[in-house]
């Protein structure tokens, strides 16, 4: 009787096991077809990924030196300006010393013509002495 357990027991071990090993060797099968896709798919995919980094290192390298270039035009574009400010300073500083030059000889051509003396005028002390006689002369006159 133990001899009929066991071979019943074997048997329904077996019909249970059955289903179990068809679907055993149904993932098998998929698994099979998930790696041939892999091995066909992934080096590609990992190819495309290399190239775009690549492409990003270089596009990145692109940016990097646009950035440098663009730093290096704004020095010389800040460089012009202090120039230009140091020459509109020069330019004002000029032009007024031209406007206080021009007044000065405005002044100097329109101011009245003094008389200047001469060595056969007489001298200061002189004049005054003439002027003095000659009130005299004319207060004797007058008088």
Same mark, same amino acid.
């Given at each position: 009787?133990?001899?009929?357990?066991?071979?019943?027991?074997l048997?329904?071990?077996?019909?249970?096991?059955?289903?179990?090993?068809?679907?055993?060797?149904?993932?098998?099968?998929s698994?099979?077809? =998930?790696f $041939?896709?892999?091995?066909?798919?992934?080096? #590609?995919?990992? &190819?495309?990924? !290399?190239?775009?980094?690549?492409? /990003?290192?270089? =596009?990145? $390298?692109?940016?990097s030196?646009?950035?440098? #270039?663009?730093? &290096?035009?704004? !020095?010389?574009?800040?460089?012009? /300006?202090?120039?230009?400010?140091?020459?509109?300073?020069?330019?004002?500083? #000029?032009?007024?010393?031209?406007?206080?030059?021009?007044?000065?000889a405005?002044?100097?051509?329109?101011?009245?013509?003094?008389?200047?003396?001469?060595?056969d005028?007489?001298?200061?002390?002189?004049?005054?002495?003439?002027?003095?006689?000659?009130?005299?002369i004319?207060?004797?006159?007058?008088?």
């Amino acid at each position: 009787m133990s001899l009929m357990l066991v071979a019943a027991s074997l048997t329904a071990v077996l019909v249970a096991a059955i289903p179990t090993l068809q679907e055993l060797a149904h993932a098998a099968r998929s698994a099979e077809k =998930l790696f $041939d896709t892999l091995s066909r798919e992934l080096p #590609s995919t990992l &190819q495309a990924i !290399r190239n775009t980094s690549l492409e /990003l290192t270089d =596009l990145s $390298d692109d940016v990097s030196e646009g950035v440098r #270039s663009a730093s &290096q035009v704004v !020095r010389q574009v800040d460089q012009s /300006l202090d120039i230009a400010k140091k020459q509109a300073e020069d330019i004002q500083i #000029s032009t007024r010393s031209l406007v206080v030059g021009f007044k000065a000889a405005w002044k100097t051509f329109t101011r009245p013509t003094t008389v200047k003396r001469t060595n056969d005028q007489l001298t200061m002390s002189s004049q005054t002495e003439l002027t003095f006689s000659e009130s005299k002369i004319l207060r004797k006159e007058d008088g």
